[in-house]
């Protein structure tokens, strides 16, 4: 039951459909965005020349500089106790290409946060704009297909499919997304984060590091406009998770994404152009 079949292809993403599987909606709904054009093949490790230009005039082609809008979020729960209130009243802007680290201790509600920002979970009052656009507006169907257009994200558990393996995971949401160039993308990917030997790989053939890599490239195929990451390193050890770090870093710069990292770790925090910090579901700073 644990071992893959054996076929001539990958699966294909008409058999892998959101609505077929809650884990698999959860992690191909919070994958990337498409490309203004299909034909689009250049290679992710060198942003084009115009947008190189432009991130260094600080200067963006969309007139709104702002990219994600944090509009007096909170989030409460009840149960048979009461009601515990895990966000209180959150606020704040990002600008496009701007890196942010969300920190705080354990429980502060950061991970709550990113999951609401990402439209995975709904604020019990406010809202947030995603490029301009109110995700709690929308329904269901339509904040998925704005994930997929808009989002990357890398999750602390790598939420890989273990039954596909390194090639099929990266080629999932090119594949969703109706890309025609999915396979030759997602083997360019994995290249670049140093598995171009390891596509036929399944997870459980993976070290963690491997398996966070292969979540890396999975979120930066699409070229997404913001990249959300929870954790990215709490399931690596220390020098791994640098070398990942070290990775997901390089490759934002290049690709001149919006970056959103959950973490705990001041060290990694500082690396990034601002950061906000949540104490009991509060932000301080």
Known sequence: ??????????????????????????VAAALGRSNASAAKTSRLQCASATRRDLRRANIHPMSDPVIISVEHVSRSVSDSTG??????????????????????????????????????????????????????????????????????????????????????????????????????????????????ERLKHYPRTLSGGEQQRVALARAFVVEPAVLLADEPTGSLDHA???????????????????????????AIATRCDRQLLIEAGRLVR
């Open 83 to 196: 009601t515990l209130t895990i966000l209180h009243d959150i606020d704040f802007q990002l600008q496009r290409c701007q890196s942010t680290a969300i920190v705080g201790a354990s429980g502060s509600g950061k991970s709550t946060l990113l999951a609401i920002i990402a439209g995975l979970d709904h604020p019990s009052s406010g809202t947030v704009r995603l490029d301009g656009e109110d995700l709690f507006a929308l329904g269901e169907d339509e904040r998925a297909g704005l994930r997929a257009r808009k989002l990357g994200f890398v999750f602390q558990s790598f939420q890989l499919l273990g039954h596909l393996n390194a090639l099929e995971n990266v080629m999932l949401p090119l594949e969703l997304l109706g890309r025609s160039d999915a396979r030759a993308r997602a083997a360019e990917m994995l290249a670049r984060v140093g598995l171009g």
């Open 240 to 266: 791994t998770g640098e070398r990942v770090m070290a990775l997901m870093f390089e490759m934002n710069r290049e690709s001149g994404t919006t970056l959103v990292l959950v973490t705990h770790d001041r």
């Open 1 to 26: 039951a644990t071992q893959p079949l054996p076929r001539a292809r990958p699966y294909s993403a008409d058999r892998l459909s959101p609505r077929t599987s809650s884990v698999l909606g959860l």
